[in-house]
């Protein structure tokens, strides 16, 4: 068994936030599943491939402290407090079981109107501007149903109150303290942040007095009727921060995938008319998708799968490791930060062939590239802390094109630069413009 320091180091290149999935998978081909590294100047130690993501997410979990990965490298708890994505043992198996009623197809019935009324909105008039950047409003899309969905916020002033307090939480930029070696909050930031979150939790109380009052059936009011095994209901810090992490981890993420899944689909014409040509076999141009519908667009399906192992918006799991660890003979010992790489995953050539074409019948059959390889394609991370709202983001997204493609022709702006970023998450660096015409 050889010892940590003897796993290879690589060193990324200058602009490896730009291509970080082929830079990993390049690496994986040389090194192997695991090899030490450097992301945001901390030392992180890459586990890459389906056997390392089941060894992650399945077969050694209870190794993985989700809280020391997600808070440690990205804050995330110092920014909006300890919400499931940053909940390890009990606490978070107890908590995941009050909400995944919430987020079963079937209960996304309760949303699909919300859904389709704020599509309607914020789509209808962009013939008339003729000029958009999906990034920036595929956000103002999803802010909104999540603002909705999660928090229980209706009136516009609401949501753009809400949505301020977000981005100033968002902007607190993070330093590198003296006595640290990695990016953290001084200690004035970390006042200010929970000044912040104060102000955030005042707007979300009397949201959550409503529903003690009158039972609710939508996220916020189950949360809030949910008992544990003892009988105990959530505390209010622990709602607020419950409805923050799902506002966080919901809607960043699906507007850079709506973004790339738009951009994908124009870029391939032959591929978009076969979308098309489903819309138009399911639905009448000016009407809604029901969750029956839905299910049944399949080439959107594959088109979705595409997107998520070409884009995946968030790139790494990270984990911060509570037990000493063997994997392909390197003991790694507890404390160690550990990346399971999701965009190298997707990029490995001997399960996804042509890793960077877009090709999205490599999941239908006969081929079905991913389940011939489980835990290949893992854009919503997997086994028991799969991503919640999975469901979720997929009908939203799969509302959202349906909409779009039945009613416009989209072509990219000439001379744009576009590329994806990667911090935490990714996102098109500069936006992606569309001119938007009235389809034919
Ligand atoms: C395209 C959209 C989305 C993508 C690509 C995505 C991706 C992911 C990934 C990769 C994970 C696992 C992270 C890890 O293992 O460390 C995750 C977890 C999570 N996601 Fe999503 N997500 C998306 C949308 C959403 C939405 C809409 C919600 C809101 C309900 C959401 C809420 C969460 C939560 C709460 C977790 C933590 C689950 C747990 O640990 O039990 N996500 N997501």
Redo the contacts with the bound molecule.
């Keep these: 068994m050889s010892v940590y320091t003897d796993i290879p180091y690589v060193t990324p290149p200058a602009d490896y936030q730009f291509h970080l999935g082929t830079f990993l998978a390049d690496a994986y081909e040389r090194y192997g599943p695991v090899f030490r590294s450097t992301y945001f100047e901390q030392d992180v130690l890459y586990m890459i491939g389906p056997e390392a993501n089941r060894f992650?997410?399945v077969s050694n979990r209870q190794k993985f402290s989700?809280d020391k990965?997600?808070s440690s490298i990205f804050s995330v708890s110092d920014m909006f407090g300890r919400?499931?994505?940053?909940?390890d043992g009990t606490e978070?198996s107890q908590?995941?079981k009050m909400?995944n009623p919430a987020?079963t197809v079937n209960y996304m019935n309760h949303y699909l109107p919300l859904m389709n009324r704020v599509i309607r909105d914020y789509t209808g008039y962009w013939a008339e501007v003729g000029e958009i950047d999906i990034y920036e409003e595929a956000r103002k899309i999803?802010f909104e149903i999540?603002a909705q969905?999660?928090a229980g916020l209706r009136s516009e002033t609401e949501i753009a109150q809400f949505r301020e307090l977000f981005l100033r939480i968002l902007m607190t930029p993070r330093v590198v303290e003296p006595d640290e070696d990695f990016e953290t909050f001084t200690r004035e930031q970390a006042v200010k942040l929970r000044q912040l979150q104060g102000e955030l939790h005042t707007l979300l109380l009397p949201k959550i007095e409503e529903r003690r009052k009158n039972p609710t059936n939508d996220?916020f009011g189950l949360l809030v009727q949910a008992r544990d095994d003892q009988g105990n209901a959530m505390p209010d810090e622990q709602l607020t921060a419950?409805a923050n992490?799902?506002?966080?981890?919901?809607?960043e993420?699906?507007t850079?995938?709506?973004s790339w899944l738009l951009y994908l689909l124009v870029q391939h014409p032959d591929y978009l008319e076969r979308v098309l040509a489903e819309q138009d076999a399911l639905l009448l141009p000016d009407s809604e998708p029901t969750l029956e519908d839905i299910k049944r667009m399949k080439v959107l399906d594959n088109a979705l799968k595409e997107t998520?192992r070409l884009y995946?918006?968030?790139p790494?799991?990270?984990?911060g490791l509570v037990e000493d660890i063997e994997f392909n003979g390197y003991h790694i010992p507890a404390g160690t930060l550990v990346f399971?790489a999701?965009a190298a995953s997707h990029m490995i050539g001997s399960i996804f062939p042509q890793p960077t074409q877009f090709d999205p019948d490599r999941f239908a059959a006969p081929r079905e590239e991913d389940k011939k390889s489980p835990y290949a394609l893992?854009?919503?991370?997997?086994?028991?802390?799969?991503?919640?709202?999975?469901n979720?983001?997929?009908i939203?997204?799969k509302a959202l094109l349906s909409h779009l493609l039945r009613r416009y022709r989209f072509d990219l702006v000439p001379g744009q630069e576009i590329a994806q970023f990667y911090a935490a998450t990714g996102r098109p660096l500069n936006g992606i413009r569309f001119q938007v015409s009235k389809r034919a």
């Excluded at 790494?316 to 984990?319: A, D, I, K, L, S």
């Excluded at 893992?378 to 999975?390: D, E, H, K, N, T």
């Design positions: 992650v997410l989700n990965g997600w919400g499931l994505l940053t909940m978070h908590s995941r909400m987020f999803t999540a969905a999660f996220l419950h992490i799902l506002l966080v981890a919901g809607h993420t699906s850079s995938f709506i998520e995946p918006p968030i790494n799991g990270p984990r399971y999701i893992v854009g919503f991370g997997g086994g028991p802390r799969m991503c919640i709202g999975l979720f983001a997929q939203e997204m």
